[in-house]
């Protein structure tokens, strides 16, 4: 076979392939030798059953359409092992068909979706600032009291509710234009007045309210509100105060930490406190390392992603989110009509997500390849075992599923991110912004100034 790349526009290759009069033969005596094996006739011995009974028996036009689409899958397969071409899938498309004839030479044309191609930066070079995190009193205090959280106690209180007490309430809240609910609503919900990361001005409502008092107000969303639908919107809130409680911390003693953390003493705990969020922060800086020096190289990245694989990567997304409200009872429908959007508009707001995720992909690819960066029989295992865990899956079960191609590969790039990720980060060099940057390697590979706080603590 002779391949030749005819043409390569928007990520897509046309292709012919020539096969000459020795090499079709070959296709149809594979198809022959197949019924051999297969047909069983009165007076014949299997394998031994003449071509011309094959023929008569089966059909030349069959005969010759099984060689063709024998000859046509040889042809892809071997073209693009041997023009070097990343097929971005199966949808192949034949050109100019003629059926395949026995002594005669044949021409495959054909057009397949490429991966583009990817010209890497040197992220070897990345030399990248970051922001120091000193761990002071504060912080300190902040992982303390979260960590004590679980152990508060909660007595009912009769008078009005302080700053400092809590709260059982239902809560149900509209848009201000009074047309439809919006979506923040809970049942006997306890919420503590005054606690630190409350959203701002909202707890003054309930100072001085009793159990059994139904307040109404108006309320501006902050705009940074992580649900978007309601970020930055005036909401009227409709409570009901259902009891009033003071908030009992844990009175922190010997006993109390050897009851619940297994110490032999105070001190033992604050010293954990302070093991505990200094290897929390350092590994805060590890996955920030590896989101930086990601984003480092995705923005250097020499790339072209056509508009066809945003779109597949789009409706990939879309029907993931589909799948994943009807697994908590909802609808796709139903959260559009929520956040007041067309389906179009919807499909807009991926496309940034969509893209970044082809990239990614395109670069855990590319360096994986250049850094010979594969996947071992025991991290498959190790995974397999972690997700038994998570899911409560059996062994059987999950010899099943490592068993099934689709789970199998989604496994396998799951792992390859997680290497090619940590590798990224672990060839860049940092340093900290209050730091002065080691010097430069004679080559010179200026200092990266991207924006580098987001994200830090």
Same mark, same amino acid.
């Given at each position: 076979?002779?391949?030749?790349?005819?043409?390569?526009?928007? $990520?897509?290759?046309?292709?012919?392939? +020539?096969?000459?009069?020795?090499?079709?033969?070959?296709?149809?005596?594979?198809?022959?030798?197949?019924?051999?094996?297969?047909?069983?006739?009165?007076?014949?011995?299997?394998?031994?059953?003449?071509?011309?009974?094959?023929?008569?028996?089966?059909?030349?036009?069959?005969?010759?359409?099984?060689?063709?689409?024998? @000859?046509?899958?040889?042809?892809?397969?071997?073209?693009?092992? &041997?023009?070097?071409?990343?097929?971005?899938? +199966? =949808?192949?498309?034949?050109?100019?068909?003629?059926?395949?004839?026995?002594?005669?030479?044949?021409?495959?044309?054909?057009?397949?979706?490429?991966?583009?191609?990817?010209?890497?930066?040197?992220?070897?070079?990345?030399?990248?600032? @970051?922001?120091?995190?000193?761990?002071?009193?504060?912080?300190?205090?902040?992982?303390?009291?979260?960590?004590?959280?679980?152990?508060?106690?909660?007595?009912?209180?009769?008078?009005?509710?302080?700053?400092?007490?809590?709260?059982?309430?239902?809560?149900?809240?509209?848009?201000?234009?009074?047309?439809?609910?919006?979506?923040?609503?809970?049942?006997?919900?306890?919420?503590?007045?005054?606690?630190?990361?409350?959203?701002?001005?909202? &707890?003054?409502?309930?100072?001085?309210?009793?159990?059994?008092?139904?307040?109404?107000?108006?309320?501006?969303?902050?705009?940074?509100?992580?649900?978007?639908?309601?970020?930055?919107?005036?909401?009227?809130?409709?409570?009901?105060? #259902?009891?009033?409680?003071?908030?009992?911390?844990? &009175?922190?003693?010997?006993?109390?930490?050897?009851?619940?953390?297994?110490?032999?003493?105070?001190?033992?705990?604050?010293?954990? @406190?302070?093991?505990?969020?200094?290897?929390?922060?350092?590994?805060?800086?590890?996955?920030?390392?590896? &989101?930086?020096?990601?984003?480092?190289?995705?923005?250097?990245?020499?790339?072209?992603?056509?508009?066809?694989?945003?779109?597949?990567?789009? =409706?990939?997304?879309?029907?993931?989110?589909?799948? #994943?409200?009807?697994?908590?009872?909802?609808?796709?429908?139903?959260?559009?009509?929520?956040?007041?959007?067309?389906?179009?508009?919807?499909?807009? +707001?991926?496309?940034?997500?969509?893209?970044?995720?082809?990239?990614?992909?395109?670069?855990?690819?590319? @360096?994986?390849?250049?850094?010979?960066?594969?996947?071992?029989?025991?991290?498959?295992?190790?995974?397999?075992?972690?997700?038994?865990?998570?899911?409560?899956?059996?062994?059987?079960?999950?010899?099943?599923?490592?068993?099934?191609?689709?789970?199998?590969?989604?496994?396998?790039?799951?792992?390859?991110?997680?290497?090619?990720?940590?590798?990224?980060?672990?060839?860049?060099?940092?340093?900290?912004?209050?730091?002065?940057?080691?010097?430069?390697?004679?080559?010179?590979?200026?200092?990266?100034?991207?924006?580098? $706080?987001?994200?830090?603590?």
């Amino acid at each position: 076979m002779q391949s030749e790349l005819v043409e390569r526009v928007e $990520n897509r290759a046309t292709v012919r392939v +020539s096969l000459d009069a020795k090499e079709v033969n070959r296709f149809f005596n594979s198809v022959y030798e197949q019924y051999n094996q297969q047909l069983k006739l009165p007076g014949f011995r299997k394998g031994k059953i003449p071509r011309n009974i094959i023929t008569s028996r089966v059909g030349a036009e069959d005969i010759a359409r099984e060689a063709q689409d024998e @000859i046509k899958e040889a042809a892809v397969n071997q073209s693009l092992a &041997d023009l070097e071409l990343q097929a971005r899938s +199966s =949808d192949v498309t034949f050109k100019n068909e003629r059926a395949a004839v026995e002594n005669e030479p044949y021409e495959v044309v054909y057009e397949i979706p490429l991966l583009p191609e990817v010209s890497l930066p040197d992220y070897k070079g990345f030399r990248i600032p @970051i922001k120091r995190v000193i761990i002071d009193s504060e912080m300190t205090r902040r992982y303390r009291q979260n960590l004590l959280e679980r152990f508060i106690q909660y007595e009912d209180k009769k008078g009005a509710a302080e700053m400092g007490d809590a709260i059982a309430y239902d809560l149900k809240t509209t848009f201000d234009d009074g047309e439809k609910e919006a979506p923040l609503a809970h049942k006997d919900a306890l919420h503590i007045l005054g606690k630190e990361g409350n959203l701002p001005g909202y &707890d003054e409502h309930f100072a001085g309210a009793k159990g059994g008092d139904k307040l109404t107000f108006e309320y501006v969303m902050p705009n940074d509100f992580p649900r978007h639908e309601v970020a930055g919107k005036t909401l009227i809130f409709e409570a009901a105060v #259902n009891a009033v409680r003071t908030v009992k911390p844990p &009175d922190v003693t010997a006993a109390f930490v050897k009851e619940n953390f297994k110490m032999d003493s105070v001190e033992e705990f604050e010293r954990y @406190i302070q093991e505990a969020l200094e290897y929390e922060l350092a590994e805060e800086e590890k996955r920030y390392k590896q &989101d930086v020096s990601l984003s480092h190289l995705l923005g250097r990245m020499a790339v072209v992603v056509s508009e066809d694989m945003i779109k597949e990567e789009t =409706d990939y997304l879309i029907s993931s989110h589909e799948r #994943n409200l009807r697994a908590r009872g909802h609808s796709l429908a139903e959260m559009l009509k929520e956040r007041d959007m067309q389906l179009e508009e919807y499909r807009n +707001s991926l496309r940034e997500e969509a893209t970044r995720r082809l990239k990614e992909f395109l670069a855990v690819r590319a @360096i994986a390849k250049a850094e010979n960066i594969r996947v071992t029989d025991e991290e498959m295992s190790r995974y397999a075992a972690s997700r038994m865990r998570q899911y409560n899956v059996n062994s059987k079960d999950m010899k099943k599923l490592l068993q099934n191609r689709e789970f199998r590969n989604d496994a396998m790039m799951e792992i390859l991110r997680a290497k090619v990720f940590k590798h990224i980060a672990e060839s860049a060099s940092f340093y900290y912004e209050d730091e002065e940057p080691a010097p430069q390697p004679e080559t010179g590979t200026e200092i990266d100034t991207l924006e580098t $706080n987001e994200g830090q603590q």
